[in-house]
């Protein structure tokens, strides 16, 4: 069996043995280890490439989510470890709904790698469709009302998005039929892109128009982003940070895809302004959003609706130069966000409330939380040194090269971001600390590393990658 | 292609459509789920009249899942769920019959200039069946989005994949992958919101979704 099938077997079987297991220290401890199995499996893609099928395949741009989801879904699984401890212990999580949760948080991985590695477009929807069930389901695992609200709302707004995505990939099939013919070819992305020179640009351009739709209330962007806030803050806090860090990325991954399709052929119209558009109203809002947050949850929530309009108003830009810095503040945005939201899951569980107004002079109470959130929230609002401000300084320097209006509303957006966050950072971290001074038995390990490396980015981005992403981002064209 | 199997898929495929505009204007939830039922036994006579045309067999298969799931075994349960609930006599309309079938009517014309608009070469029947299609579609977000019921939310979300299916049936050859992942969807679509519906009404007395909202005042 070749790596790709055992990258599915791995949290396939996970699963199966985690839905029957009693006890969440052995589950806690087997999940972490499937998903280092996981990641191990993803590192190898690196050095020995196997060969592609009509179904599995693996490529120079896929190869950068996989690695990154397998990744931050290991450090996931080491944070969930303690939070799901303090969650069985007070009582919020039954022996059976933990069983439910630990086998579902592996069906995720599986479909998010599935996902990322299909070579059928058909096969990719059934992927992002089951991530979607299963993140339903997952949020709603508390079962309080506000949790079943959260997870209906993301359950007919996501189920809608799948269903106009659908449309546009059998759109896709049916421009592909009169070139290369009847059946499964028509669905097999390597001979689509290969031949999407010949495709009716027409019925292309309607295909992306619900790919975008679909897809994209799947990323989150502005105006199709009402699920995302409540999902992130009513779940449990390992999936906000799988949600923000990968799941969304998998739904831009299924985006840019069909974008390369239409880059593709000449005649189709340009999927750039798409966009660019969306990237910068879904800025610009959660910007503005970002003051009147009341909840610590949403208000990292919204902040994540403002980078996946940064990183796709950099894909829309286009050329190699916005493609890299797309690419870059998708990777530092992955790493920094579920870095806060493993930080924010243990302060909500000490302070025993996700209310701003009530978490207050942290850095005095918990040193090590208090000024990690102060590093995860500068990281995040683009300050220097770490590399969301290199990501963001590129997007920026090279919007302003070639569409100079259009830098004044993405640097607008930018800054409307930043005082927000330092403002509320300001009330959460310092100042007269709020009752809740119990120690915590954290698990510091996963979010200091993925701030450390994060900040090394920003410091010293090693050549190699550097030359990989700007391969990437050429490929992007 | 004779002209009379075209004239038949067509046939089938304006009733989807004429069906999917009688269940905007349908205010009670027992009429609504009936009229539902019947749009799935359309959409099982359209897809077997493409097996048939197309010979492609394996679509009979489609077909028998849209009759037995969609025709019978979701009606039946829904009509249970509602009874068990006790809003089987529940009127469910936000926005009023007039401006809804307005826009129901608006909704198709936008499909047929979109989809028929498209030039180039392929055959027309696919096209044709595709401008259907979008109209399905469109019209079951539109029932999504005038209902405030629950129930009638889930039969709004299901006409909009009867949508889906006949654009996947009407193109020719559509790999099976696609076809069985729909019919798989809707039933899980179906569990969860099975699981939903009784989990909304133990949590709030009521299936009414604009309940819910008031959660969203003290948190933003």
Known sequence: ?477 | MSSLDFDIAHLLAGGLVLISLLMLYQDRLTALINVFAAQAVTLSLSVAWQAYIQAAPHLYITAAIALVMKALVIPIALHRIIKRLGIDRELDQVVGVGPTMLAGIGLVALSLVVMLGVNGEGDQLAREDLAFALSVILLGLLMMVTRRNAVGLVVGFMSLENGLVLAATGAKGMPLVVEISVAFSVLIAFIVIGVFLFRIRERFETVDVTVLDRFRGGRQ
């Open chain 1, 1 to 477: 069996m070749s790596a790709l099938g055992i990258l599915l077997l791995i949290p396939a079987a996970a699963a199966a043995v985690l839905a029957l297991i009693p006890g969440y220290r052995l589950s806690a401890a087997l999940n972490m280890m499937a998903s280092l199995a996981a990641l191990g499996v993803a590192a190898s893609l690196l050095f020995i490439r196997p060969p592609g099928g009509l179904y599995l395949r693996v490529d120079d741009l896929s190869i950068v989510f996989i690695v990154l989801s397998a990744f931050v879904g290991f450090t996931t699984s080491v944070f969930s470890a303690s939070y799901i401890a303090h969650e069985v212990e007070v009582g919020k999580l039954t022996p059976a709904r933990l069983r439910f949760y630990h086998a579902m948080y592996q069906v995720l991985m599986f479909a998010m790698n599935l996902a990322l590695i299909a070579n059928n477009i058909g096969l990719m929807w059934v992927a992002i469709e089951l991530a979607t069930l299963t993140t339903v389901l997952m949020v709603a695992v508390y079962r309080t009302a506000e949790a079943l609200e959260a997870a209906w709302k993301y359950f007919i707004l996501g189920s809608v998005g799948i269903a106009l995505a659908l449309f546009g990939t059998i759109l896709v099939y049916v421009a592909a039929k009169p070139v290369v013919g009847e059946g499964l070819a028509g669905m097999v992305w390597t001979t689509l892109i290969a031949n999407a020179h010949a495709f009716d640009p027409a019925l292309l351009n309607l295909a992306f128009v619900f790919l975008m739709l679909g897809y994209g209330t799947k990323v989150g962007l502005a105006p199709l982003h009402a699920w995302l806030p409540d999902a992130h803050a009513e779940g449990p806090t390992p999936i906000s940070a799988v949600l923000s860090g990968l799941l969304l990325n998998v739904a831009l991954y299924a985006v840019l895809r069909f974008k390369m399709l239409l880059a593709a052929n000449p005649a189709a119209v340009a999927p750039g302004p798409l966009m660019v558009t969306l990237g910068l109203v879904s800025l610009i809002f959660a910007g503005f959003m970002l003051y009147r947050r009341r909840d610590i949850k949403r208000l990292f929530a919204y902040s994540s609706i403002e980078h996946m309009g940064i990183i796709a108003f950099a894909f829309g830009m286009g050329g190699p130069l916005a493609n890299f810095a797309g690419l870059l503040h998708m990777t530092m945005h992955s790493l920094t966000k579920s870095a806060i939201f493993f930080t924010v899951g243990h302060i909500a569980q000490v302070k025993g409330t996700q209310r701003i107004a009530d978490i207050r002079g942290l850095t005095v109470t918990h040193p090590i939380l208090g000024w990690t959130l102060v590093a995860g929230v500068m990281a995040i609002a683009g300050l220097p040194p770490f590399g969301i401000f290199t990501s963001e300084f590129l997007v920026v320097s090279s919007t302003f090269a070639r569409q100079p209006l259009l830098a004044i509303p993405l640097v607008l957006g930018l800054i409307v971001a930043l005082g927000a966050l330092l403002a509320r950072l300001q009330g959460l971290a310092f100042g007269e600390p709020s009752p809740g001074a119990a120690p915590t038995r954290a698990s510091y390990l996963p979010m200091i590393g993925h701030l450390a490396l994060v900040l090394a980015a920003g410091v010293f981005f090693p050549p190699l990658i550097t030359q990989w992403f700007q391969h990437v981002a050429r490929l992007l064209g």
